[in-house]
Structure formats: C-alpha cells, structure tokens
C-alpha cells in the first residue's frame, strides 16, 4: 500500500507540473510525446494521473503521517 501511496504521489507532482506548464504557455509533452498531446500515451498519463488523485483522496489521511495527527 506504500509504494502505490508513493507511485501516486509522484504521479499528482508531474500532473500538477503539467497544468502549470500549460497555463504558462508550454505544451512539453506536445514535444517528446509520442503523438503530441492527443495521443494515446498522453492519454494513459492522464488517466493515470486522474487515478492517483482518486486514490490520494481517499487513501492519504491513513497513510499520511501528519494527518493521522490531527494535521490537515
């Protein structure tokens, strides 16, 4: 459960590096991804991505050590 905690984790970072980047004006992945953007690679990211928030959503107060404090 820790390392699908992590996996995730790392995922929603380069997600939300993602949408900065857009919002900025810089399609990154437009460049080194297979088929730009729209392509099926992107799309398994991002589904990926929508996944590991679903799963930090539910998952991250037991699994955060600060929340399971009383924290956030």
């Given at each position: 459960?820790?390392?699908?905690?992590?996996?995730?984790?790392?995922?929603?970072?380069?997600?939300?590096?993602?949408?900065?980047?857009?919002?900025?004006g810089w399609e990154i992945g437009a460049s080194f991804?297979?088929?730009?953007?729209?392509?099926?690679?992107?799309?398994?990211?991002?589904?990926?991505?929508?996944?590991s928030a679903i799963n930090e959503a539910f998952a991250?107060?037991?699994?955060?050590?600060?929340?399971?404090?009383?924290?956030?």
């Amino acid at each position: 459960m820790a390392n699908l905690h992590k996996v995730s984790f790392i995922l929603l970072i380069i997600g939300g590096l993602n949408w900065l980047l857009f919002v900025m004006g810089w399609e990154i992945g437009a460049s080194f991804l297979p088929g730009g953007m729209g392509g099926t690679f992107a799309k398994v990211v991002y589904v990926l991505v929508g996944l590991s928030a679903i799963n930090e959503a539910f998952a991250h107060k037991v699994l955060c050590k600060q929340c399971a404090k009383g924290g956030v």
